[in-house]
């Protein structure tokens, strides 16, 4: 393993607690996308450049959107209420 | 359940799966020690017997082609079904009002910010059409590229433009590119049965490798997967983009 390989997976380590830890909906979707980018590199240094390119668009890009969307939609129904 | 009764669950099932990873760490091989056969095998003979150099394709659409198969069927439903659920709830007025909160949004959006989204949709389209015909020689393919096109879509989206499906009746044209994708696909396994020995049999010419007409049907079915994600995953993102914009309680 290079030293790059050991950093890229102690990075992940480090984004999937950060994901964990971050409370907040908005700023937990921001940290997964993050960690999403983290995943690619990894991936990447693992030479599994077919599939950092999959989770470049699917763990940066698709799946923060979805949770921004959803969490748009909930905070329109609270105004709704309110 | 209290802190103490969740701490007194979670502590002997913690420790039961930190003995059960060691354990099976112990039995792995060593680092970079890959000792697969298939992997082997096809690292041998895919450039030679299909002609593409990206052998990941090889393995994709040609030797383990059922498999993506199912998973292009897997979004399709996905996109299908959302679509199904989510145009349950909205009416014409809902969405009329959406459209109308998202025509007021691009006042709101910041002028540096659009500048930004319009300058990137036409270089982000012309990578995922770039990723998605080279899919048999370089790494990416069909679903990395259709995924790209789909985020050429969301930069529309941010760039305060409304992407959301108007029809409300009717059919739009992602619609239409999403289910001639996932046909696509369907008719090349098809052809395999009609014109080679079985279904994904790769029944055309396998062309000089390295050049953007090779590996058989490989190139074809990035296309058709490319058309059918691109489709399927702007109608996700449409369709919960409408839900974003729309009020339950419209007023």
Redesign the interface.
């Known amino acids: 393993?290079t030293a790059l390989q050991a950093t890229a997976l102690a990075l992940v380590a480090l984004g999937g607690t950060g994901v964990v830890i971050t409370r907040e909906p908005l700023r937990q979707a921001m940290v997964a996308g993050v960690f999403g980018i983290l995943l690619a590199v990894l991936f990447f240094l693992f030479q599994a450049?077919?599939v950092?390119?999959?989770q470049i668009?699917?763990g940066s890009?698709?799946l923060p959107?979805?949770i921004l969307?959803?969490l748009?939609?909930i905070h329109?129904?609270e105004?709704?209420d309110g | 359940m209290s802190r103490r009764a969740r701490l007194a669950l979670f502590l002997p099932a913690a420790l039961v799966l930190a003995v059960g990873l060691l354990w099976s760490f112990a039995d792995l091989p060593p680092f970079g020690h890959y000792s697969g056969i298939y992997g082997i095998v096809l690292g041998h003979v895919a450039v030679a017997q299909r002609e593409a150099t990206n052998v990941v394709s090889a393995v994709t659409f040609d030797y383990r082609g059922v498999d993506t198969l199912g998973e292009e069927f897997i979004l399709f439903a996905a996109a299908v079904g959302s679509a199904i659920l989510l145009r349950a709830q909205r009416g014409e007025d809902a969405a009329g009002a959406a459209a109308e909160r998202s025509d007021r949004r691009a006042d709101v959006v910041a002028r540096p910010v659009r500048a930004l989204g319009a300058a990137l949709v036409a270089p982000t389209i012309v990578l995922g059409a770039y990723i998605i015909a080279h899919g048999q020689l370089t790494p990416g393919g069909g679903f990395q590229g259709g995924v790209i096109l789909a985020s050429a879509a969301v930069l529309v989206y941010a760039s305060g433009q409304y992407l959301a499906v108007r029809v409300v009746r009717g059919v739009a044209p992602i619609e239409i590119a999403d289910a001639l994708g996932a046909a696509g696909f369907a008719l090349i396994a098809v052809g395999g049965l009609v014109f080679g020995l079985a279904a994904l049999h790769n029944f055309l010419g396998y062309g000089i490798s390295g050049s953007l007409f090779s590996a058989g049907i490989i190139p074809l079915a990035n296309v058709a997967v490319g058309v059918e994600v691109a489709g399927g995953v702007t109608l996700i993102v449409a369709e919960f983009l409408d839900q974003a914009l729309m009020r339950r309680r419209s007023g």
Do not use: Q
């Open positions: 393993m450049p077919d950092a390119l999959s668009g699917v890009v698709a959107l979805m969307l959803a748009s939609r329109t129904d105004d709704g």
